[in-house]
Each structure stands twice: as C-alpha cells, then as structure tokens.
C-alpha cells in the first residue's frame, strides 16, 4: 500500500521570504502522480501543483515550485516571496496512474504560518 | 463554472441517527469522490463513483454508503451514527476516471454527533 509522510507538523516563514515543504511517500509503482493542495480556513481544498511521476522537469506554477527526487521518493514544495494569503495547511497526496480506482492518498499536513 | 457543491455545510446529529450529505460535481465532471477528514485520522478515502457505479472503495464499514444519479450528482449515506463520524466530509469531482485528472474539490459538509 502506498503512504504519504509530511514531517513538519507546522512551519512559519515571513512575508517575501522563501521556505520549503517536504513531503516523502512510499511506493511500489512507476507510474503515479503526486501533489500538493493548499486548505485553508475556508476548508475548501486547492490543487496547488501536480507532477507526473514520468517527468524528470519540475513542475512550477507561478511562486509555487517542486523538488521531486523520484529515487528518493520525495516530493517537496518551495513557495518564493511568501504572501500572507498562503497561510494554510498543505498536504501532499498521491495518486496511482491506473486507470480505475485512483483515490488521493495523503499524507498529515503541514500547518504554514506567514508572518508580517 | 460553478464549482463543486455541497449541502447542507454543517449538520448536527446524534448517536443512532442516520445522515445524507450531497454533492454536485462540476458540471460535465463525471466522477466523484468522497473523504472524510478527522484530526486524528486525517483525510482518508471513502469512495469514488464514475457514470453511477463505485469504482473503488476505501476502508470504512459498511455503515457508509454512496450512490451517483445519471446526472453526476452524489449522495453519501451514514447510518448509525457514532461519536467517532464526527468529520469534515469532502466530495471531489473530476472530468473523468484516471489518475492524471485532476480533483477539485468541493468546501466540504462539517458533521458533528452529539
């Protein structure tokens, strides 16, 4: 079975600087996807960014970018320039490429604090 | 678009009673999913269904149970309820089966057992 480990409980950072997540999972498969979704208070959960497991490039959107080390099985997310809106909790999740019965693994969360 | 819809956002129950959360998927999304989020547990899987038939379910007993209309819309059913269900039930859509579709989510239905 698949798992998804998030060792930060909680992490802070302030306005404009740079700080990283890590996220580490557990896999027999070659072929899967991992992301990164933002919950905020609202609790409405975001898709933040996805990386296809096949994809050596990656993935970035915008101030949100990844580290993924596929041999290592880690998946971290560096936000750049952080803004006081991605004060969240995040979770990293898996998901396997089959075709059928793809539910999101995820893994605990890390609770992210901006400070001004 | 609108986005995912869930009703009602919060529901107060007691132990013993049954309990029926909806969810309406994007529209021309046809697979939903269902999770349930706990402090303890964290977010787990419940079940997804694509064109009205479960595809796959997680590791919950028999007291939680699903069903999808022709037109997409999802149902989630819990019978019995114990202290324990108390959760944020998350309902998630997407344009189709597959891992590489991408999951949006809905703001969730806050249950409370008393």
């Known amino acids: 079975a698949q798992t998804v480990t998030q060792s930060q409980p909680e992490m802070s950072v302030q306005e404009a600087e740079t700080v990283t997540l890590s996220c580490t999972y557990d896999?027999?498969?070659?072929?899967?996807?991992l992301f990164w979704y933002k919950q905020p208070p609202s609790r409405q959960m975001i898709l933040v960014i996805r990386?296809?497991?096949?994809?050596?490039q990656n993935a970035t959107e915008n101030r949100f970018s990844v580290n993924f080390q596929k041999a290592a099985k880690s998946f971290s997310l560096k936000i750049s320039d952080s803004q006081l809106g991605d004060a969240a909790m995040y979770f990293c999740?898996?998901?396997?490429?089959?075709?059928?019965?793809?539910?999101?693994?995820f893994g605990k969360g890390t609770t992210l604090s901006v400070s001004s | 678009k609108a986005g995912v819809t869930q009703t009602p956002r919060y529901l107060i129950k007691t132990r013993g009673q049954q309990v029926t959360l909806s969810c309406s998927p994007i529209?021309?999304?046809?697979?939903v999913s269902w999770y349930q989020q706990t402090p303890g547990q964290g977010l787990q899987f419940l079940f997804e269904?694509?064109?009205?038939?479960?595809?796959n379910k997680g590791n919950f007993p028999g007291r939680f149970s699903g069903r999808q209309f022709s037109n997409s819309r999802s149902e989630m059913n819990v019978s019995t309820l114990e202290l324990g269900d108390s959760a944020l039930y998350l309902c998630?859509?997407?344009?189709?089966?597959?891992?590489?579709?991408?999951?949006?989510f809905g703001d969730g239905t806050r249950l409370s057992i008393l």
């Open positions: 269904y694509f064109s009205e038939t479960q595809r």
């Open positions: 896999t027999s498969e070659s072929d899967y996807y």
């Open positions: 990386q296809e497991a096949y994809k050596q």
């Open positions: 998630a859509s997407s344009p189709g089966q597959g891992g590489n579709q991408p999951q949006h």
């Open positions: 999740a898996y998901r396997s490429a089959l075709w059928t019965g793809t539910a999101l693994i």
């Open positions: 529209s021309g999304h046809r697979s």
